[in-house]
């Protein structure tokens, strides 16, 4: 195989805030590609600081074991590439996941068919992709939501006027809401928020309390009126387990998981565990999203709107329609690469 890669700045639409004042006004990502014949697949892996994982690092990964990267010989199963590179990349999952992404999409072609088609799913009774509005101002906060009728939307909480901002969005709309509070309550906020947004219509809480805090978690579970989700507690395949009996569900994030292909053992150890499964994007493209949108009929609940709250993509492929996701493509992640155009 031949690897290529590109560095990619994608403007936010409007500066992206969740909690503890974290804000950024562009995604930074890696795009890799890899080429065999006359085919080439391509997988993206953004940047999040949060991880400390940079471009810069990726990039720096890639030139100092390019010729390994290229070295595997592509069979019949893509998830032996992963292995190779998780043993050769040990500390980079999000690189990882990059390569592996593209390798599972260079193989769909050679196939001649979609991800979700060679794992034997079928494209039914697929969840509706939700739409983030990021912290801001409560007015602001509308303003976004009214500039953007959805039927879901996920609204990033984690301040003193959590159930104020609630309160107000839901006067103007009757669509379901999520809230994120990336980690960001105390247990003591969690049990007086929760029961609070139950009324307010709310439908799941994602990642409530500290990454860390499971003793609190443990008491949160057995009393919220309402399902918790996993994010920053359930970052590998080795989290799921733990998360049994502190979440009621986890939410997969391929960049973080490092692939496609640990995710897919990932969704099976939460459905033997009873765990809903969500997968969640970090603001990727459509070709990080495509991948997503592959594992749909897998899924309970999806958060993969990377694409709508950028003012750039850099392929075409995925159709969004008021929440419901379609592929276009034929084979692959289903998407065509637009950024090498011209």
Known sequence: MTLYYWKKELPFQYPFTISNGRTKTHQPALVVALQLGKYVGFGEAPAIAYYNISVE???ADIEKKHKFIEKFALTDDPGRYWHYLHHLIPHNPFLVSALDMACWDLFGQMKGKLLYELWDTKWENTPLT???IGLDTIDKMLEKMLAHPWPIYKIK???????????????????IFRVDANAAWTLEE????????KELGVELVEQPLAKDNWEGMKVLYN???LPLFADESCVSEHDVEKCNGYFHGINIKLTKCSGITPAQRMITKAR?????VMMGCMNETSIGSAAIANFLPQLDYVDMDGPLLQTQDLAKGLIYD?????IEGKAGLGIMATFLEG
Not at 190 to 197: F, R
């Open 57 to 59: 690092d990726m990039m």
């Open 130 to 132: 939700d739409y983030t």
């Open 157 to 175: 909480v984690g301040t003193p006027d959590d159930i104020a901002i609630i309160t107000e969005l839901r006067k103007h709309t009757t669509a």
């Open 190 to 197: 969690a049990l007086t928020k929760i029961p609070l947004l």
């Open 223 to 225: 009393q919220s009126v």
């Open 272 to 276: 033997e565990l009873n765990l809903k």
């Open 322 to 326: 008021e929440g419901k996701v379609s």
